[in-house]
C-alpha cells in the first residue's frame, strides 16, 4: 500500500465535528509543529495533510476553538481502536475449536491500550468515528462492541493487504454490518443440523463397520460439507452450469457422498476385506474408473444437479493423487475450458460466470506446497483467470504429525494468499451458522469482482492422519484436548435446544435414522468372495495402429491457408525484420521450394482450425517461440496492439488461442492438462523454454498425464513440445528427459515421437488432432528441434504435405528403401539422424555398406517396421542403435530389448553414443563437438564397431 493510499484511509474515518477541528490544529501544526498537542503530531507525522483539504469544494463542519484538547485525543484513539478492530480483530477471534489458541488475547484491540474508558467512549457520538447509522449505534462504544463482535467473534477477517479500494471498502461495509448474515428460519437450522448429523452418522458408520480401514475422516470439520452445499443452491440462481471442485483426501468420502451423491453401496463396495467384496447395486455400478483403478480416497464424481432450480449445475469433483495441492491447476483448467466458447474464428470468448472453481486445502500443504503459490499467481493472468476461486483451507492445525511451529514460518496457514491480495475468512468449525456466513460473503465476493477468496475452515482432525494412525504419541496435549471436546453436532443441537428450535431427543432420533438408513443399504449388498481378482484389460482404442490416419492436405487448401497466415490488418505496423522473416513463407509451396518447420508447424495448425478442431497453445514465450520460429503473435510497433495471424484465415471454423505463460512449470502444465480432459475436441498444446525445464513438473506427468487414464478413466490429447537436442548448451539445455518419458510409456498411455522434417512434424500434429473427442485419444510427447528449426535439411517440399502421412519409421532421405549391399543398419531418432545425414552427405565416400533408418515415433515403438526394413536389407550383419544421450539415458534402455528379440541372436545389435553419465552432457562445448563428431563416426564408420549389447 502506498503512503498516499494509507493516508487517505486513515482520514476517511474522520466525520462530523472532528473534521473542522483537526483542520484547524493542522493550521497551527504547520505554522509549529510543537503546538499542538503530541498525539495530534504524531498523526500528522505519520498520515500528512488531512485529505479533505486537498478536495475542493467540501465543506467542513465547524467547531469551537475553545474545544479541549484532550477530548480531541481522545476522539483520536477511539478511531485508532475501531480501525484497530478492523485490522487486528482476527488476532483475539474465537476460531479455534481446541488448542493452544483457543482462548488468546491481543492488547491491540482493547481500549486501554488507546488510554480509553468505556465512559471515553460512551461519550462519543457514533457518528465521530463510524461513517455508518444504526439506531442501536449511538455511541462511540456502541460502535466498537459491534465490530468486536463482528471481527472478533467465531468468524473474522483479514483483508488490508486488498490494494483494490473498492474491494476493501464492499469488504468494510458487509462486514461492519453484518449483512452476509443469514437469517436462518427454523427449518433451516434444523436443516442444518440434519446436514452435520448425516455427516458425522455416515463417518462413525464406516469406522465401525470398516475397522482400521484408510478413510480419512473428514470428524472436526463436518461443517464444510454444508458450506459446499450453501454454493451449490446459491449456483441454482446465478448463469453457473459448472463448479469444479479440487481438494485431498480428508474428508473426500464425505463430500462425495453428501455433495456429488455417489451412491453409499458403491462407497461401501471400495471398501475391500481379505476375504469377500461388496458388490453394489447395479445402478450404483455405472461409475467406471481405469483399468488398473486407484485407492477410494482419490477418486472424484460428477453429478447433474438442480434440474427443477432455475439453473440446473454439473459439479465434478477432479481426481486427485496423494500429491495434494497438484489438482488445484488442474482445476483451474477445468474451470477455465468450461467458461471458453471456441467454436467460432479467433480468440475464445470467455464467460467468467458459467463456471465456478472451489478448491479445498491442507493447512500444511497449502502454505508448504510451492505449487499453491504458482497456481494462486494465475488468478489474475489473462490467458489463466477463471472468475475468482472459493479456496476453502480444511484446517486440522496439524500435518501427519507435525505441529505448526515446525510446518511453516506465518502466523496462519492462509497467509500466503496475502501475497496475492485474496482478502481471507477465518471461522471456527464448531459454529455452522458462522461457517455459513462465511461462505455465503464469500460467494457474494466472487460474484461480485470475479476474484479469489479464502475461508480458513479452523477445526481439528479427531482421530490421526489415517484411521491407523496414533496421533497421541506424538501430539499428546492437543489431543488430550480433542478427546474431551464434544462434536459439532453436539455443540450446535444444544445451542437449537436452548433457542427452543428442537426438542431433547431430537438429535437422537436423528442419528439413529442416518444409521439405519446405512445399515439397511449395507445389508442390502451382495456378497462376493474373489478369486484371484485381476486389472481390467487395456481399453481396445488404445490398441489401434494410428499409422494408417490420412492427414494429408490438398495443395491448393494449403496455398489459400498461407495467403491467409500473410495477411495484416490495415493500418498494422509490424516489426520490418519479422515481417521479412515471415514474406519468406509467401512461397514456400511453390515449385522447388521447401517450407521449414516454421511455416509446417502454420500449416498444420492453419489446417486443423479449418476443419473446426479448436487450438490452445501456451508456454514459455510460446507466441514468438523460444528460437524466434514461430511469431504467431505480432506486435505494432507504433500502438503496441497485438496480431495474431491465425485469427486472420478466412476459413477458420474454431479458436485459435495462443499465449506465453508465466515462469511456471508444474501450475502452467497441469492448467493445460485440465483445459484438456474439460475440452476433449480442442488440440491443447503446452511448450517448454527448454525441454530440461519439464522436470518441474514431474508430479504432473507422473500421476495425471501418464496414469490418469489408467487410474481414473481420464482422457487427455494434450501435447507437449520440448525442445531437445545436443548442441554444446551445456548439462540444462541439452535433453529433455526422454528416457524418463519412456519409462513411463506402457499400454499405449503415451505417444512419444522425435521427428526430423517440417512435413513429418505437420502429419503428426494432424494425427493428433485426429484423435480429439475419441477414445483413441492420449497424450503426445514431441522431442521438439532448436538449431533444426533452420536447418535446410528438415524443410520439405509441398507434396510432402499434401500427399502420404505420418511415418513412424522413415529412411534417410536420400537413401533407397532397400538395398543388398548394405551391411550395417543405422537406427536412431532426432538430431543426431540429421547429424548423421549431414556427414554422409559432405563425404566423398558413398557408404554404399551402410542403411540408416529413423524412428520418428519411439513409442509405441514401431518395431514391425523395422522388421519390414531389415527383409529388405538381406546382408545386413550388424544393426547399431545411434543416440547423442548418454548410454543410461535417451532410448537406449527402451529399444534394446525389443530389438535383441527381434535379430534373435542372427544379427549383432550395438550402441553407438555417450557413455554412461550422471549429468545429461557437458558444460564446454569444444569437448561436447568432440563428442558429437565421434558419436557420429562410429556410427558411419564400419570398422569403428561401437559396444555390442
Not at 465 to 485: A, F, G, W
Amino acid at each position: 500500500m502506498t503512503q498516499k493510499e494509507s493516508s487517505e484511509r486513515f482520514w476517511g474515518n474522520f466525520h462530523g465535528p472532528n473534521m473542522g477541528y483537526v483542520e484547524e490544529q493542522y493550521d497551527l501544526y504547520r505554522e509549529n509543529p510543537e503546538a499542538v498537542d503530541s498525539s495530534l503530531k504524531e498523526i500528522f507525522d505519520q498520515y500528512g495533510e488531512p485529505v479533505w483539504l486537498s478536495n475542493s469544494g467540501q465543506e467542513v463542519q465547524s467547531v469551537p476553538t475553545q474545544r479541549n484538547d484532550q477530548d480531541m485525543k481522545k476522539v483520536t484513539s477511539a478511531i485508532k481502536l475501531v480501525e484497530a478492530i478492523r485490522r487486528y480483530g482476527h488476532l483475539e477471534a474465537d476460531i479455534y475449536p481446541v488448542g493452544k489458541d483457543k482462548n488468546r488475547k491481543s492488547e491491540l484491540v482493547h481500549e486501554e491500550t488507546y488510554g480509553l474508558t468505556k465512559a471515553d467512549l460512551e461519550a462519543i457520538p457514533a457518528n465521530w468515528v463510524w461513517d455508518h447509522h444504526l439506531s442501536s449505534v449511538r455511541t462511540a462504544w456502541d460502535v466498537v462492541s459491534t465490530l468486536r463482535h463482528a471481527y472478533a467473534g467465531t468468524i473474522s477477517f483479514e483483508y488490508d493487504h486488498v490494494n483494490n479500494d473498492e474491494e476493501r471498502k464492499w469488504l468494510q461495509d458487509h462486514i461492519d454490518f453484518g449483512s452476509f448474515h443469514l437469517t436462518l428460519s427454523e427449518e433451516d437450522k434444523k436443516g442444518l443440523l440434519q446436514q452435520i448429523v448425516d455427516v458425522e452418522g455416515f463417518e462413525n458408520f464406516l469406522a465401525k463397520t470398516f475397522v482400521a480401514q484408510k478413510r480419512f475422516s473428514i470428524e472436526g470439520l463436518e461443517a464444510m460439507v454444508p458450506m459446499l452445499d450453501k454454493i451449490v443452491q446459491n449456483s441454482f440462481y446465478d448463469e453457473t452450469e459448472e463448479i469444479l471442485m479440487g481438494m485431498a483426501h480428508r474428508g473426500r468420502l464425505s463430500v462425495l457422498a453428501h455433495i456429488l451423491g455417489k451412491p453409499f453401496d458403491k462407497i461401501f463396495s471400495e471398501f475391500h476385506s481379505a476375504d469377500k467384496e461388496l458388490i453394489p447395486s447395479p445402478g450404483s455400478r455405472g461409475i467406471t474408473y481405469g483399468w488398473t483403478g486407484d485407492v477410494k480416497y482419490h477418486f472424484g464424481a460428477e453429478r447433474q444437479a438442480g434440474a427443477e432450480k432455475p439453473s440446473p449445475t454439473r459439479i465434478t469433483l477432479a481426481h486427485n493423487p496423494s500429491h495434494l495441492e497438484f489438482v488445484n491447476p488442474v482445476v483451474e483448467g477445468s474451470t477455465r475450458a468450461a467458461q471458453d466458447f471456441r467454436f467460432q474464428a479467433g480468440a475464445p470468448v470467455q464467460n467468467k460466470n458459467k463456471a465456478i472453481s472451489i478448491l479445498i486445502h491442507g493447512d500444511a500443504a497449502f502454505i508448504g506446497e510451492g505449487v499453491v503459490a504458482e497456481t494462486l499467481n494465475l488468478s489474475s493472468l489473462p490467458a489463466y483467470q477463471t472468475g475468482g476461486t472459493i479456496h476453502l483451507i480444511a484446517n486440522n492445525l496439524v500435518g501427519f504429525t507435525t505441529g505448526q511451529e515446525q510446518g511453516r514460518s506465518t502466523r496462519y496457514a492462509s497467509d500466503l494468499a496475502k501475497g496475492f491480495e485474496i482478502p481471507i475468512i477465518h471461522v471456527n468449525a464448531d459454529d455452522p451458522e458462522a461457517c455459513i456466513a462465511a461462505v455465503q460473503l464469500a460467494y457474494q465476493y466472487r460474484k461480485e469482482f470475479n476474484k479469489d477468496i479464502l475461508i480458513d475452515l479452523v477445526g481439528y482432525r479427531r482421530y490421526g492422519h489415517n484411521e491407523m494412525d496414533e496421533p497421541r504419541s506424538t501430539q499428546p496435549h492437543l489431543y488430550k484436548d480433542i478427546d474431551n471436546h464434544a462434536t459439532v453436532t453436539s455443540i450446535y443441537a444444544e445451542k437449537l435446544q436452548k433457542e427452543g428450535t428442537i426438542q431433547e431427543n431430537t438429535l437422537e432420533d436423528m442419528k439413529q435414522a442416518v444409521e439405519k438408513k446405512l445399515k439397511d443399504i449395507y445389508n442390502d449388498m451382495k456378497e462376493d468372495r474373489p478369486v484371484d481378482p485381476e486389472a481390467e484389460p487395456v481399453p481396445e482404442a488404445l490398441m489401434i495402429d494410428l499409422d494408417e490416419i490420412e492427414t494429408a492436405v490438398p495443395l491448393e487448401t494449403l496455398r489459400k491457408l498461407n495467403r491467409d497466415l500473410l495477411k495484416r490488418p490495415e493500418g498494422f505496423n509490424g516489426f520490418k525484420k519479422v515481417e521479412k522473416i515471415l514474406e519468406r513463407r509467401a512461397k514456400v509451396l511453390d515449385d522447388g521450394n521447401k517450407a521449414d518447420w516454421g511455416a509446417g508447424e502454420a500449416l498444420a495448425y492453419a489446417s486443423i482450425l479449418k476443419e473446426g478442431i479448436p487450438i490452445r497453445l501456451t508456454g514459455q514465450d510460446t507466441e514468438r517461440g523460444t528460437f524466434a520460429h514461430r511469431h504467431l503473435v505480432l506486435h505494432d510497433v507504433e500502438t503496441g496492439e497485438k496480431y495474431c495471424p491465425m485469427h486472420g484465415i478466412e476459413d477458420a471454423n474454431a479458436t485459435f488461442d495462443i499465449n506465453n505463460s508465466p515462469l511456471s512449470e508444474a501450475a502452467v502444465l497441469g492448467f493445460e492438462y485440465g483445459y484438456s480432459v474439460q475440452a476433449p475436441k480442442t488440440l491443447v498444446l503446452w511448450e517448454g523454454q527448454f525441454g530440461d525445464f519439464v522436470n518441474a513438473g514431474q508430479v504432473l506427468i507422473d500421476q495425471f498425464i501418464a496414469a490418469g487414464r489408467a487410474k481414473w478413466g481420464e482422457k487427455s490429447n494434450m501435447v507437449l513440445l520440448l525442445p531437445h537436442g545436443y548442441e554444446g548448451q551445456g548439462p540444462e539445455h541439452s535433453s529433455a528427459r526422454l528416457e524418463r518419458f519412456l519409462t513411463l510409456a506402457a499400454e499405449n498411455n503415451l505417444i512419444v515421437a522425435n521427428v526430423t522434417s517440417s512435413a513429418q512434424y505437420f502429419h503428426l500434429i494432424r494425427r493428433q488432432a485426429s484423435l480429439v473427442d475419441s477414445d483413441s485419444a492420449r497424450p503426445l510427447v514431441v522431442m521438439s528441434p532448436k538449431s533444426l528449426l533452420r536447418n535446410p535439411l528438415v524443410a520439405s517440399e509441398a507434396k510432402e504435405f499434401s500427399e502420404g502421412r505420418f511415418q513412424s519409421l522413415m529412411t534417410q532421405p536420400g537413401l533407397p528403401k532397400t538395398t543388398k549391399k548394405a551391411k550395417r543398419l543405422v537406427i536412431g531418432s532426432g538430431k543426431i539422424m540429421v547429424d548423421i545425414q549431414e556427414a554422409m552427405e559432405k563425404s566423398d565416400k558413398k557408404y554404399e555398406d551402410i542403411h540408416v533408418v529413423r524412428v520418428e515415433q519411439i513409442y509405441p515403438f514401431p518395431l514391425g517396421e523395422i522388421e519390414k526394413t531389415l527383409k529388405g536389407l538381406p546382408n545386413v550383419e550388424e544393426v547399431v542403435w545411434v543416440q547423442e544421450e548418454p548410454r543410461n539415458m535417451g532410448s537406449w534402455n527402451f529399444v534394446k530389448e525389443p530389438l535383441f528379440q527381434l535379430l534373435n541372436g542372427e544379427k549383432e545389435l550395438k550402441y553407438v553414443g555417450r557413455c554412461e553419465r550422471s549429468a545429461p552432457a557437458v558444460g564446454d562445448p569444444n569437448i561436447h563437438k568432440t563428442e558429437q563428431n565421434r558419436i557420429v563416426k562410429e556410427a558411419i564408420e564400419l570398422s569403428k564397431g561401437g559396444d555390442s549389447k
